[in-house]
T-cell receptor, first 114, second 116 residues
Framework: AQKITQTQPGMFVQEKEAVTLDCTYD???????LFWYKQPSSGEMIFLIY??????QNATEGRYSLNFQKARKSANLVISASQLGDSAMYFC???????????FGKGNQVVVIP | DAGVIQSPRHEVTEMGQEVTLRCKPI?????LFWYRQTMMRGLELLIY????????DSGMPEDRFSAKMPNASFSTLKIQPSEPRDSAVYFC??????????????FGPGTRLLVL
């Protein structure tokens, strides 16, 4: 069964605008971590932000924030003030307690236009 | 501080040849992961080491694939013999405490493998 679902089609975003990337997850484990990674066209996987299942507040890292809605099993990434360098594929991932695997979604493609 | 280092960055080989991919994890990290990324299957975990010991190799596709971690600062992923369907990007990642779900995995730049 799909653990992480990212279904948005490719997105075009105007520079300096905010963009929200959707991610829903499926787990019955109360302990888990959610991660977002960025993969630019050069191919490397860059860690952006982490949210733990017991965290009371939404995670933030600079221009990145995570809209964590636990009851809805949703962990959307918000990128504020988009820059041209934000053009990339963005992956949501989850790791459950007792599971070695980091389960990745299929990714969201973002293109920032000037 | 240096990140995860992988070599080679690109590899082109012919079917039937042996391929060896190399990884140096971040210093002080005790867990190492090998992933494969393809368009069809996305990112898949192949094998996971904790303190140099293989913990979970259930993602290794078949006996043609093997991985070793002789010490805390070096790991190899070997494909012998290679096949065209092995063409993919292979990532190595490391984390501080592999068994903890909270630990962030940091990825290397990847090795782009093309098997002709």
């Amino acid at each position: 069964a799909q653990k992480i679902t990212q279904t948005q089609p490719g997105m075009f975003v105007q520079e300096k605008e905010a963009v929200t990337l959707d991610c829903t997850y499926d787990t019955s484990d109360p302990s888990y971590g959610l991660f977002w990674y960025k993969q630019p066209s050069s191919g490397e996987m860059i860690f952006l932000i982490y949210q733990g299942s017991y965290d009371q507040q939404n995670a933030t890292e600079g221009r990145y924030s995570l809209n964590f809605q636990k009851a809805r099993k949703s962990a959307n990434l918000v990128i504020s003030a988009s820059q041209l360098g934000d053009s990339a594929m963005y992956f949501c991932a989850m790791r459950e307690l007792g599971n070695n695997r980091l389960a990745f979604g299929k990714g969201n493609q973002v293109v920032v236009i000037p | 501080d240096a990140g995860v280092i992988q070599s080679p960055r690109h590899e082109v080989t012919e079917m039937g040849q042996e391929v060896t991919l190399r990884c140096k994890p971040i210093s002080g990290h005790n867990s190492l992961f090998w992933y494969r990324q393809t368009m069809m299957r996305g990112l898949e975990l192949l094998i996971y080491f904790n303190n140099n010991v293989p913990i979970d190799d259930s993602g290794m596709p078949e006996d043609r694939f093997s991985a070793k971690m002789p010490n805390a600062s070096f790991s190899t992923l070997k494909i012998q013999p290679s096949e065209p369907r092995d063409s993919a990007v292979y990532f190595c990642a490391s984390s501080g405490r592999g068994s903890a779900y909270q630990e962030t995995q940091y990825f290397g730049p990847g090795t782009r493998l093309l098997v002709l």
